[in-house]
């Protein structure tokens, strides 16, 4: 069993930029990728992008590729860089984490762990 913590939401003015952790419980040699999804309230859960933790490759979904990065697959933890933030980026960040990787790895039941959630309010 891996236990995922999300940290860093925040509120923050349009415009601004943010860094959300997720630290695992467990080494990440039991884990192929790690991904980030969020949640606005009355919508499904969007996928954002995966990192492989062997390697470091990196998968984003186009809506928020050139804004938001993934980083980190050290001590057990990775980030989600958001910067360019907008009213519409507001909704619970979630933390995913998977055995092997998935051929449809934006798809939230491709992940095996999850976290609780981080909330980031984009507003002025």
């Known amino acids: 069993q891996v236990q995922l913590v999300e940290s860093g939401g925040a509120l923050v003015q349009p415009g601004g930029s943010l860094r959300l952790a997720c630290a695992a419980s467990r080494s990440f040699l039991s884990i192929n990728a790690m991904a980030w999804f969020r949640q606005a309230p009355g919508k499904e859960r969007e996928f954002l992008g995966a990192i492989r933790t062997s390697g470091?490759?990196?998968?984003?979904?186009?809506?928020?590729?050139?804004?938001?990065?993934?980083s980190g697959t050290f001590a057990n933890t990775v980030y989600l860089h958001l910067n360019s933030?907008?009213?519409?980026?507001?909704?619970?960040?979630?933390?995913?984490?998977?055995?092997?990787w998935p051929p449809?790895?934006?798809?939230?039941?491709?992940?095996?762990?999850?976290?609780?959630?981080?909330?980031?309010?984009?507003?002025?």
């Open 56 to 70: 470091g490759h990196t998968y984003y979904a186009d809506s928020v590729k050139g804004r938001f990065a993934i």
């Open 85 to 100: 933030l907008r009213p519409e980026d507001t909704a619970v960040y979630y933390c995913a984490a998977t055995r092997f």
């Open 104 to 124: 449809l790895y934006t798809s939230t039941s491709s992940y095996d762990y999850w976290g609780q959630g981080t909330q980031v309010t984009v507003s002025s």
